[in-house]
């Protein structure tokens, strides 16, 4: 029996079983939290990344990639954004492949007024359960997870 088909540990068990629920569950509650904002959970992280973003923009590639999306996901995300005047698509400027997602003033507002909701969730469901200590390493554990998930690495 090599190392990937071995039996989980007591501990790995538990982690895994904790994480399959979290993921499940965590979703679910933060939309819950969010849902007297106007925006769902995914609408919400999409508008911070673009407000995040040089200029209020990014490639909708990117803004997938960073939001943890399929393509086809943040486009229908971007284009209900769009309906509501809180973002816009354009031809990207360079090299004209590809469109980018950009921020209007109405969706800065929108995040603006929507981001004490998220951040009593984030606190609430999260960051208030996890010793200040603990935080960085995390932080860095989760965000290596994220990015082995991602379409670069999957493609390598």
């Known amino acids: 029996m090599d190392a990937d088909t071995a039996p989980l540990t007591a501990d790995e068990l538990r982690l895994w079983q904790s994480l399959g629920r979290l993921v499940h569950a965590l979703p679910r509650a933060l939309e819950e939290d969010m849902s007297r904002t106007g925006v769902t959970m995914t609408e919400f992280a999409a508008l911070l990344l673009l407000s995040e973003a040089p200029e209020h923009r990014m490639r909708m590639s990117a803004l997938a990639d960073a939001a943890g999306l399929t393509p086809s996901r943040i486009t229908r ?7 509501h005047g809180l973002a816009r698509k354009e031809r990207h400027g360079q090299d004209g492949r590809g469109n980018e997602a950009i921020l209007t003033e109405a969706g800065l507002r929108t995040m603006r007024t929507a981001q004490p909701a998220h951040l009593a969730s ?11 200590d603990l935080v960085p390493s995390l932080a860095q554990i989760l965000a ?4 082995s998930l991602s379409p670069e690495h999957r493609g390598a």
């Open 144 to 147: 290596t997870l994220a990015a």
């Open 77 to 83: 995300v971007v284009d209900g954004l769009a309906k």
């Open 122 to 132: 984030a606190r609430g469901r999260v960051l208030d359960h996890i010793p200040p």
